[in-house]
């Protein structure tokens, strides 16, 4: 099968699909190249590390497929590849010629720090054959060097940390309209029940007028409109979602600058049928309106129902 001769079909068959992207990481070993496709991955692509150039088209030709849910594609292709790295820019000119758009990101960093890298790592330069690290760095920037001249965006890692590199990549490759890539989970728990085991923040609403105690409230749950009104109508409350809110307002960009991908914050009552609920509500309202998107749940919301 020709995979690259069926994505021109493809393509008109996917009128509407979901956006796609297709990234090519590339460059000088030990540039950052792993700490790249972790970012793609965070970012929620699809990622191949060390993918054989031949097998490019294939890979595209699942993306345009109609129903495919593969849509954003980052993989890895280097000098690990021995011989058959030579066959990319063959493999990417046969994109061009059916039309695929992709994007290439080449990294790369002075031999110095390159050399400095290897010998921190301990790590086997892919080329050590060719003699020395600095001889096979040498001889990696020749056989590369073709790669670089096509590339969308090439980024010197030399003096970058980690979260700096992160931070530009996203800068960088974000689709357009995909502003945040911070996806946040705000949940409601019972003390009583344990503390949820996977949350990055906790926030404990014991503090506030409780429901339980009130007849008419006591089998309702935040969820309800009467008990929504009793938790949100005291001043309390009031006060307090202003001041989580504005802190909320400041973590989440800081989170995101951080590289952070995934959020989960908790808030707790006694029981997480009452307060948390309608806490945890109030909480995803406010995060959507920051434009983060939003998953909502409730642990323990059935399990004080029936006392």
């Known amino acids: 099968m020709d995979a690259t001769a069926d994505i021109s079909a493809a393509d008109d068959n ?4 979901a956006e796609r992207d297709f990234v090519l990481i590339t460059g000088m070993s030990g540039a950052g190249r792993s700490e790249a496709i972790h970012t793609f991955e965070d970012l929620g692509y699809f990622c191949i590390d060390n993918l054989p ?4 088209g294939q890979l595209v030709a699942l993306t345009v497929l109609p129903g495919s849910r593969i849509r954003r594609v980052a993989v890895v292709c280097d000098v690990r590849g021995g011989e058959f ?8 000119d046969d994109l061009e010629l059916v039309g695929h758009p992709f994007r290439i990101l080449f990294l790369t960093a002075d031999d110095r720090t390159l050399v400095a890298r290897y010998k921190e790592t301990r790590r086997r330069h892919p080329l050590i054959e060719a003699g020395s690290v600095a001889e096979s760095i040498a001889a990696e920037r020749v056989q590369v060097e073709a790669i670089l001249e096509r590339a969308d965006l090439v980024i010197d890692t030399s003096t970058l940390r980690p979260q700096e590199l992160r931070a530009l990549i996203r800068e960088k490759f974000v689709l357009a309209g995909r502003e945040t890539q911070l996806t946040v989970t705000v949940s409601s728990f019972g003390f009583k029940y344990g503390l949820p085991i996977d949350a990055d923040i906790v926030m404990d609403v014991r503090f506030l007028p409780n429901p339980y105690y009130h007849d008419r409230l006591r089998s309702k749950t935040g969820l309800d409109r009467t008990v929504r009104s009793f938790v949100l109508d005291k001043p309390e409350t009031a006060i307090f979602l202003e001041r989580w809110c504005s802190l909320l307002d400041f973590l989440l960009p800081n989170y995101l600058s951080e590289g952070k991908s995934q959020l989960n914050i908790t808030l707790g009552c006694t029981g997480g049928m009452h307060r948390s609920v309608v806490l945890a509500e109030k909480t995803a309202e406010h995060i959507r309106s920051l434009g983060f998107p939003v998953a909502v ?3 323990d919301i059935a399990k004080d129902k029936n006392r």
């Open 85 to 92: 790295f030579e066959e990319l820019s063959a493999e990417l």
């Open 53 to 56: 150039p031949a097998l490019l």
């Open 297 to 299: 749940s409730h642990r």
């Open 14 to 17: 996917d009128a509407e699909g």
